[in-house]
């Protein structure tokens, strides 16, 4: 006999209920409240909210006019990713700085956070050198400030556009060791490249002692349960030296299939 109809705890999402013939037509749970500002009674309420919604929008749509007037005839440029608590007693400090300046002097301008531990080290280096530094910074409460030597300095309010700025004006990413940001930037360039939303542009990690880890968690745990494929470990490259950070990016750019300049009109819609 067919189980009966009941309400249970948690019972309301859209579709049949339990006993229900599943083909019949979906419909909502007679309890089921979806808020709408529409359905705001107090109408200055719902005008107060739409009018902070639209005008958050209009400052996400300035900072990327913003972004473009600045950065998209500034290339080619590396960015550079790293702590912002590593200072100037990290041996890492000091690397990043050589490699700002290799990468400078080659003719790539430098962007990075801004702030400062890895991402100061990466402006230093790019200052003292041929090329421009740029900082992209953020405005945060209590944490971030900026450092004195970019050439470039623009400030942003939303992670998210700087984000898509780094990604949209960027040839190359160097990573340096970092925390949680270092790994969500590392994690975010790595899946725009592995599902082709983005350019296929190097990305090297610097320190193979601090990577190995994660280099080892990758190949022996997420690649045996299939979330990746073997050849997304080849997106990545491992250096030590700066020499070598440098000497990756000359190598992934001279193995190319293309050497098209400028990216076709449908890549153009892709960061």
Do not use: C
């Not at 500034?74 to 700085?97: D, F, M, Q, W």
């Not at 990573?175 to 930037?185: A, R, Y």
């Amino acid at each position: 006999m067919p189980e009966a109809a009941h309400d249970y705890p948690g019972d309301t999402a859209p579709g049949p209920r339990r006993g229900e013939d599943p083909a019949a037509p979906l419909r909502m749970h007679p309890r089921k409240m979806i808020p709408s500002l529409r359905a705001l009674a107090d109408e200055d309420r719902a005008t107060a909210k739409k009018a902070r919604a639209s005008w958050q929008m209009f400052t996400i749509m300035a900072e990327f006019i913003e972004a473009t007037e600045y950065l998209s005839e500034v290339r080619p440029a590396v960015s550079i990713y790293g702590s912002a608590r590593l200072n100037e007693e990290s041996p890492y400090y000091a690397k990043t700085v050589d490699i700002a300046r290799l990468f400078s002097d080659a003719g790539f301008a430098v962007i990075s956070g801004g702030g400062p531990g890895i991402m100061e080290a990466a402006n230093k280096g790019a200052h003292a050198g041929k090329s421009a530094s740029v900082g992209l910074n953020i405005e945060l409460p209590h944490e971030q400030r900026g450092n004195p030597y970019q050439d470039i300095s623009m400030r942003f309010r939303h992670f998210f556009t700087r984000k898509v700025s780094f990604v949209k004006n960027s040839d190359a990413f160097i990573v340096m060791p970092g925390g949680f940001g270092t790994l969500d930037e590392l994690a975010e360039v790595l899946t725009l490249v592995q599902t082709g939303k983005s350019r296929h542009v190097p990305i090297v990690m610097v320190g193979s002692t601090f990577w190995h880890g994660l280099l080892e968690w990758f190949r022996h745990t997420l690649l045996p349960m299939g979330v990746i494929s073997p050849g997304d470990l080849d997106i990545m490259k491992v250096v030590d030296d700066p020499h070598d950070a440098l000497e990756a990016v000359y190598a992934f750019y001279e193995t190319r299939e293309t050497d098209a300049a400028i990216p076709s009109k449908e890549e153009m819609f892709y960061l």
